[in-house]
């Protein structure tokens, strides 16, 4: 399996200059191509294929560009291949093809925005503490941790805060960690992030909303500055690095969290919750999207992948909220502000969330239901009682057989008919019992 290894670098200010003009390259052949391709489509005629725009893109316009040529033909053809490949997931998003992911129509690249170019096979050289570019040089590298092998690609990142790193793409196998035999259900909130079958409650970080004041602050003031003056990009950067904070902060959580959570289950069943519309409601969008839901099941899955643990996702329209986790019963729709509730089939008390993650266990694994039943039967036992008659001898024979009352009840409950009830039966006249505990 693949995987990423990213790594701070420190470039110079000469390998800066030589690093963006690099990404400005990548970025005219981006949208050159991607302006003549959007010409064909007009004219209604087909895209081109990539050696038809390598041709045209880069060697003839190397002919004509001059500075195309002072950096590295690697990113160029990796930047064309890129779009290639968008326009072909495009496609098949179009025309319906299972399991195809809805995308949208390749965009134009911005040099406000984040910067990458690519390298690949033998162009680049990692070194101790430096890490060779052609037509760059050798850049200053932080190794946190070792590579799992030798990588087959490194990208070139530039962030909005201006910081730079290199992320390798390298293969690596599967670490089977010892197994623990023990399962968990999983209900994402917003209050709780994480709610866990077990009755445990992971509060989130929430990095956005403790840093909500700070960064209105900062934007009012950018809002307030000249465009395209030096006063403008001292704010923006200000801005940037904030956002990078928030994003560091609520990274570190679902990493730790997720790691975590892979090292004591061995299986674990998350909610198939429909993020997108989710964040569409303009009371929770803010909310949700600083949580990080969507981040926390995409690491969970694949450190499951790398672990060699189980990983189970349910389907969204499973009445987790609605169910009891004891007897099974639907209680129906429930407010967003009912916190705990009452079962009306079997009286038990539940938490709203606890109950969640309860049922998101059991539609994979129906024996925790049992046991809750089980459990629930044991904790209320059934009182039994002797009733003796005082009606007259011959009717107390009656009254006294116990087997001959259950019998006549039993027959009572499965007969299909109405039957006529006589009003000197004794089973009728209640007055002529008194009833006896068993535990008197």
Request: aromatic share 8%; hydrophobic share 30%.
């Amino acid at each position: 399996m693949k995987a990423r290894y990213r790594y701070r670098i420190y470039p110079n200010h000469i390998q800066i200059t030589r690093i963006n003009q690099l990404f400005g390259c990548c970025r005219y052949v981006w949208n050159q191509s991607l302006a003549y391709c959007n010409q064909l489509y007009v004219s209604g005629q087909k895209k081109p294929s990539y050696t038809d725009l390598t041709k045209q893109f880069i060697t003839q316009a190397k002919k004509e560009l001059v500075w195309l040529k002072e950096v590295a033909s690697t990113p160029l053809q990796q930047c064309l291949k890129d779009l290639d490949q968008a326009y072909k997931n495009f496609f098949n998003s179009c025309s319906g093809k299972p399991k195809a992911i809805k995308v949208k129509h390749p965009k134009f690249k911005s040099r406000k925005s984040r910067q990458t170019a690519r390298f690949v096979g033998a162009n680049y050289k990692v070194g101790q503490d430096k890490l060779y570019l052609p037509k760059v040089g050798k850049i200053k590298i932080v190794w946190s941790r070792l590579l799992a092998s030798q990588p087959t690609s490194v990208t070139i990142i530039k962030d909005s805060d201006n910081r730079y790193f290199a992320s390798f793409v390298v293969e690596t196998l599967p670490e089977p960690l010892p197994k623990t035999e023990n399962s968990i259900g999983i209900d994402l909130g917003i209050s709780t992030f994480a709610t866990l079958s077990n009755g445990d409650k992971i509060e989130g970080p929430k990095p956005l909303k403790q840093n909500l004041k700070k960064l209105a602050k900062f934007q009012r003031k950018l809002v307030r500055t000249e465009k395209g003056s030096k006063r403008r990009e001292r704010r923006r950067l200000r801005v940037a690095k904030l956002h990078a904070k928030v994003k560091d902060i609520r990274t570190y959580f679902l990493h730790k969290l997720s790691t975590d959570l892979v090292k004591k289950y061995d299986t674990i069943v998350l909610e198939d919750l429909n993020v997108s519309g989710m964040v569409k409601n303009r009371k929770l969008s803010k909310t949700i999207s600083d949580l990080g839901w969507r981040k926390f099941r995409i690491l969970t899955e694949a450190k499951c992948e790398k672990y060699g643990k189980e990983f189970r996702v349910i389907d969204r329209w499973e009445p987790t909220s609605q169910k009891c986790s004891c007897c099974g019963f639907k209680g129906g729709k429930k407010e967003l502000n009912v916190r705990e509730w009452t079962c009306l089939s079997c009286g038990a008390h539940h938490d709203r969330d606890i109950n969640a993650a309860v049922n998101i266990l059991e539609v994979v694994q129906p024996k925790t239901k049992v046991k809750a039943v089980k459990e629930t039967v044991a904790e209320n036992p059934i009182q039994l009682s002797l009733f003796v008659s005082e009606a007259p001898p011959q009717e107390a024979e009656v009254a006294e057989g116990q087997p001959e009352t259950i019998k006549r009840t039993w027959s009572r409950r499965n007969s299909t008919r109405k039957k006529v009830v006589d009003g000197n039966d004794v089973s009728t006249r209640p007055e002529f019992f008194k009833q006896l505990s068993l535990f008197d």
